[in-house]
């Protein structure tokens, strides 16, 4: 019986596997996307216009110097005071000084509510009732909106740019923009292992130890893994902050603007929050790992809950700005914490010196009354995944078949046949019960997931295919 319900279990993970595939990455198929202009595009006006407003398919954030409005003698001619319209998120509004005709540049660069920094550039040319000025080549590249990463990407350029001495000028290149892609993969790593932890120790660890009446000293040692983990999230933090600071201002990287992007913008908010309660998180799990308590790891499990909502802070979801997605996101997250965070905890319990030391048989059982509740739990937690990716499929995806044509697609591609070597891994240490080569098994499942990891980094600093 026991093994009729594993090959149950393994092939809900093989049946799963399909949908997840697909649906895995559906929240970051939609950024902020310009959608109307005043000054129109292109346009010819005959009354200088007083202020440029920019509208977007969702709210963004307006930080550093986020619209330039230039002559052609490049002179800005806007107030420097661009703001996001108190009364609509999605607006930006940038007040003009006295404007002669000629033609004129808007060049703007804003951040969605999910990180990623959009930018771009268009023309329009002022002429009064009867005159008929030459219309110059700008290069627009705003009919859809230029998409960047989350802090790489393309900027929006082009023939027409007049050279000035305060002009912002791309600064990512492809080598920087693979390593913020990486940044941002190694902090959802951190960050998906660290809330891993507790549930794990609660769920699976303890109840199997007594159960099998040994074992439970085998994850003291999670008190140095979680100091570990927040390690490795502070400076997979101050690599993707320093690398949106460069995307989001168009300057190069200084101490000042640093401090600035830390404390003075949306996603250093995020970030400070995700550090301040993953070190409550490694604080609740360390005080847990020293005690014989269970309680304690309650308590770090409501942590590592709190930790996660700062990666659906900085979602797709967070733009829609109501309940559910954030709940389908957060629970999304939540999910792939306990599946991955488990398996690291997992190896580092039986890695340890405690286990070790057991006697071959109580090893044994102890191995394997954990595996029957771990695989349990992720079973779980693939259904969950594979439930709130659908119900984000419906709210993002309008044309899957648009991934196939675009980098995003292949990035894609490759996100998924991780996921598939993952779930094969899963499949086989399901099957195994602890035995044969399951440790070896539990290694190569981290690793893939840490790859798993690194290609949503790369999948996420992509233009979506909805905007391609």
């Given at each position: 019986?026991?093994?009729?319900?594993a090959?149950?279990?393994?092939?809900?993970?093989?049946?799963?596997a399909t949908?997840w595939?697909?649906l895995a990455?559906?929240?970051?198929?939609?950024?902020?996307?310009?959608?109307?202009?005043?000054?129109?595009?292109g346009?010819k006006?005959?009354?200088?216009?007083?202020?440029?407003?920019l509208?977007f398919?969702?709210?963004?954030?307006?930080?550093?110097?986020?619209?330039?409005?230039?002559?052609?003698?490049?002179?800005?001619?806007?107030?420097?005071?661009?703001?996001?319209d108190?009364e609509?998120a999605?607006?930006?509004?940038?007040d003009?000084?006295?404007?002669?005709?000629g033609?004129?540049?808007?060049?703007?660069?804003?951040?969605?509510?999910?990180?990623?920094?959009?930018?771009?550039?268009?023309?329009f040319?002022?002429?009064?009732?009867?005159e008929?000025?030459?219309s110059?080549?700008?290069?627009d590249?705003?009919?859809a909106?230029?998409?960047?990463?989350?802090?790489?990407g393309?900027?929006?350029?082009?023939?027409?740019?007049v050279?000035?001495?305060?002009?912002?000028?791309p600064?990512?290149?492809p080598?920087?923009?693979?390593?913020?892609?990486i940044?941002?993969?190694?902090?959802?790593?951190?960050?998906?292992?660290?809330a891993?932890?507790?549930?794990?120790?609660?769920?699976?660890?303890?109840?199997?130890?007594r159960?099998?009446?040994?074992g439970?000293a085998?994850?003291?040692?999670?008190?140095?893994?979680?100091?570990?983990?927040l390690?490795?999230?502070?400076v997979?933090?101050?690599?993707?902050?320093?690398s949106y600071?460069?995307?989001?201002?168009?300057?190069?990287?200084s101490?000042?603007?640093?401090?600035?992007?830390?404390?003075?913008?949306?996603?250093?908010?995020?970030?400070?929050?995700?550090?301040?309660?993953?070190l409550?998180?490694?604080?609740a799990?360390?005080?847990?790992?020293?005690?014989?308590r269970?309680?304690?790891?309650?308590?770090?499990?409501?942590?590592?809950?709190?930790?996660?909502?700062?990666?659906?802070g900085?979602s797709?979801?967070?733009?829609?700005?109501?309940?559910?997605?954030?709940?389908?996101?957060w629970?999304?997250?939540?999910?792939?914490a306990?599946?991955?965070?488990?398996?690291?905890g997992?190896?580092?319990a039986?890695?340890?010196?405690?286990?070790?030391?057991?006697a071959?048989d109580?090893?044994?059982?102890?191995?394997?009354?954990?595996?029957?509740?771990?695989?349990?739990?992720?079973?779980?937690?693939?259904?969950?995944?594979?439930?709130t990716?659908?119900y984000?499929?419906?709210?993002?995806?309008?044309h899957?078949?648009?991934?196939?044509?675009?980098?995003y697609?292949?990035?894609l591609?490759?996100?998924?046949?991780?996921l598939?070597?993952?779930?094969?891994?899963?499949?086989?240490?399901?099957?195994?019960?602890?035995?044969?080569?399951?440790?070896?098994?539990?290694?190569?499942?981290?690793?893939?997931?840490?790859?798993?990891?690194?290609?949503?980094?790369?999948?996420?600093?992509?233009?979506?295919?909805?905007?391609?």
């Open positions: 019986m026991p093994k009729r319900a090959r149950g279990r393994a092939a809900l993970l093989a049946g799963l949908a595939l697909v990455c559906a929240p970051a198929l939609a950024h902020a996307n310009l959608v109307e202009a005043s000054p129109p595009r346009d006006v005959s009354k200088p216009p007083e202020r440029v407003e509208r398919s969702e709210p963004v954030d307006a930080e550093f110097d986020p619209v330039v409005v230039r002559a052609a003698s490049g002179a800005r001619v806007d107030a420097h005071d661009a703001r996001v108190p609509d999605r607006v930006v509004l940038a003009l000084e006295r404007m002669p005709a033609s004129y540049t808007v060049e703007w660069r804003v951040t969605s509510i999910d990180g990623h920094v959009v930018d771009g550039r268009y023309a040319i002022v002429a009064p009732s009867g008929d000025l030459p110059e080549d700008t290069g590249t705003s009919a909106g230029m998409h960047s990463g989350h802090h790489a393309h900027h929006g350029g082009g023939a027409g740019r050279a000035s001495t305060d002009r912002r000028e600064v990512p290149e080598a920087a923009s693979r390593a913020a892609s940044e941002h993969g190694l902090g959802l790593a951190a960050t998906a292992f660290l891993g932890l507790a549930p794990f120790a609660a769920v699976v660890w303890l109840p199997a130890s159960q099998s009446g040994v439970r085998a994850i003291r040692s999670f008190g140095v893994l979680a100091s570990s983990l390690l490795a999230l502070a997979a933090g101050v690599g993707e902050l320093s600071a460069v995307r989001a201002s168009g300057d190069p990287l101490t000042g603007l640093f401090w600035q992007t830390l404390f003075d913008s949306r996603v250093g908010a995020v970030w400070l929050a995700r550090l301040g309660l993953a409550l998180a490694a604080a799990i360390t005080a847990a790992a020293a005690t014989r269970t309680w304690p790891w309650w308590a770090a499990i409501g942590t590592s809950a709190l930790l996660i909502t700062t990666l659906t900085s797709h979801a967070a733009a829609t700005g109501r309940l559910l997605p954030l709940l389908a996101d629970t999304h997250a939540m999910a792939a306990v599946w991955m965070g488990g398996l690291l997992f190896a580092v039986l890695c340890s010196g405690a286990f070790r030391s057991l071959p109580i090893r044994t059982n102890l191995r394997e009354r954990s595996v029957r509740r771990f695989s349990a739990v992720a079973t779980f937690a693939v259904v969950v995944l594979a439930c990716g659908l984000a499929a419906i709210l993002h995806v309008p899957p078949q648009a991934l196939l044509a675009v980098p697609g292949r990035a591609l490759v996100k998924l046949a991780l598939t070597l993952l779930l094969a891994v899963g499949a086989s240490n399901l099957l195994l019960r602890g035995r044969g080569p399951f440790g070896r098994l539990v290694v190569l499942e981290l690793l893939l997931a840490l790859g798993l990891f690194v290609a949503t980094g790369f999948l996420t600093s992509l233009p979506p295919a909805s905007g391609a």
